[in-house]
């Protein structure tokens, strides 16, 4: 669930990502126009952000975060984030923030690790981000 609609230029594209499965659909006509398989990916709810031409998939199986061109679907980046499980990811400027099972990961764009906190007590579940007027929360039913 989010809390604030970003300031998108092209909403012609539909994302649908299930499973390590991503598709783009023409939000007009339903027609498909891409499909990536993000390998070795399993089952599990899936962490979708769509930014600046870039679609951010966080899969629960494994600890993959994996950024994806917008237009093509072809696969920009691939990272292992701390660990595993149901995700929450947050873009605030030029980061992209990735919190699952008590870990805290900082991104930059590229894919980069900028930092890294291991939250050491704070708990393990379904987990809310964010920093004034920008927040991200995990749903219960989708936690790991």
Not at 15 to 43: F, H, K, M, Q, S
Not at 61 to 71: F, G, K
Not at 96 to 105: E, K, P, T
């Amino acid at each position: 669930m989010t809390y604030r609609e970003g300031s998108a230029q092209d909403r012609s594209k539909l994302i649908v990502a299930v499973a390590g499965r991503v598709a783009a659909l023409d939000i007009a006509t339903g027609r498909e126009l891409w499909r990536n398989e993000i390998p070795g990916a399993g089952g599990g709810t899936v962490e979708l952000l769509i930014d600046n031409g870039r679609v951010y998939v966080a899969l629960p199986t494994t600890s993959v975060v994996a950024c994806l061109d917008l237009e093509s679907g072809s696969e920009l980046w691939r990272v292992r984030t701390s660990t595993h499980g149901r995700a929450t990811m947050l873009i605030e400027g030029p980061r992209l923030i990735v919190a699952r099972q008590g870990y805290v990961d900082c991104l930059d764009r590229d894919g980069n690790t900028l930092w890294s906190n291991g939250l050491s007590g704070l708990g393990v579940g379904a987990t809310a981000i964010g920093v004034e007027g920008n927040i991200r929360q995990a749903d219960e039913i989708g936690s790991s």
